[in-house]
């Protein structure tokens, strides 16, 4: 069975900067997916960052939100299980409870970013940007 735990949260000025890690640990599979999550009080949760792990299609391997392309960093050491999600520039509308989720395989890229196709899920770290 697969175990995520998330860390690395906490609160921010808005233009801060935060780095999310989450550990794994169950994964017998040489090839899955693994993401982050986010979710605010009254919202649906919402696939911010998605990592193809083991995968050959290296141009297809990351999607993000467009909401933090181009500010956020997803990551993975594969030797350690070690999922990250670096944040820049961070801004009020960011806040909300991260979850580290994994999926066996790959799929599509529209599906990466829908929660349905993950079956693991950390605990969630809360994070907070002030303005």
């Known amino acids: 069975q697969v175990q995520l735990v998330e860390s690395g949260g906490g609160s921010v000025q808005a233009g801060g900067s935060l780095r999310l890690s989450c550990v794994a640990s169950?994964?017998?599979?040489?090839?899955?997916?693994m993401a982050w999550f986010r979710q605010s009080p009254g919202k649906v949760r919402e696939g911010v960052a998605s990592?193809?792990?083991?995968?050959?299609?290296?141009?297809?391997?990351?999607v993000y939100a467009a909401s933090v392309q181009g500010r956020f960093t997803i990551s993975e050491d594969n030797a350690s299980h070690t999922l990250t999600l670096q944040m820049n520039s961070l801004q009020p509308e960011d806040s909300a409870m991260y979850y580290c989720?994994?999926?066996?395989?790959?799929?599509?890229?529209?599906?990466?970013?829908?929660?349905?196709?993950?079956?693991?899920w950390g605990q969630g770290t809360q994070v907070t940007v002030s303005a």
């Open positions: 169950g994964i017998t599979s040489t090839t899955y997916t």
């Open positions: 989720a994994y999926a066996t395989g790959y799929y599509r890229t529209p599906s990466r970013l829908a929660a349905h196709i993950y079956t693991a």
């Open positions: 990592i193809e792990i083991n995968s050959i299609a290296l141009a297809d391997q990351i």
